[in-house]
């Protein structure tokens, strides 16, 4: 059984910084595809982030420079650092692996290209 489990999250000023994390255990962890994805109150799901196999990453552009991506494969983690937090990042932050291994590029950026979700961490910044 595949298991993703969050943590990290909390009540931050503008300016502040945090660092989620997503444990994932029931799969070749180094082989998949990681990504974050949030959600705010009303809103649609929206990508933020994602690794591939291979190190390589991607970001939606409102984040481009505030948070960085990275995995740890010796630890099944994948990890979000994100400063110069703003209001507009409050959100529900989702960790997902891809449905297949080995997956880069552009479908990265799409829920559907993801099969197993964690169950969220909170993400609140006060202005």
């Known amino acids: 059984q595949v298991r993703l489990v969050e943590s990290g999250g909390g009540l931050v000023q503008a300016g502040g910084s945090l660092r989620l994390s997503c444990v994932v255990s029931?799969?070749?962890?180094?082989?998949?595809?990681m990504a974050w994805f949030r959600q705010a109150p009303g809103k649609e799901r929206e990508f933020v982030s994602a690794?591939?196999?291979?190190?390589?990453?991607y970001y939606t552009g409102s984040v481009k420079g505030r948070f960085i991506i990275s995995r740890d494969n010796a630890k099944n983690t994948v990890y979000l650092e994100m400063i110069s937090l703003k209001p507009e990042d409050t959100a529900g932050y989702y960790c997902?692996?891809?449905?297949?291994?080995?997956?880069?590029?552009?479908?990265?950026?799409?829920?559907?290209?993801?099969?197993?979700w964690g169950q969220g961490t909170q993400v609140t910044v006060s202005s």
């Open positions: 997902a692996s891809t449905r297949r291994p080995f997956m880069f590029g552009i479908d990265l950026a799409t829920t559907d290209a993801y099969d197993y």
């Open positions: 029931g799969r070749t962890f180094n082989n998949y595809a």
């Open positions: 690794i591939a196999s291979n190190g390589g990453t």
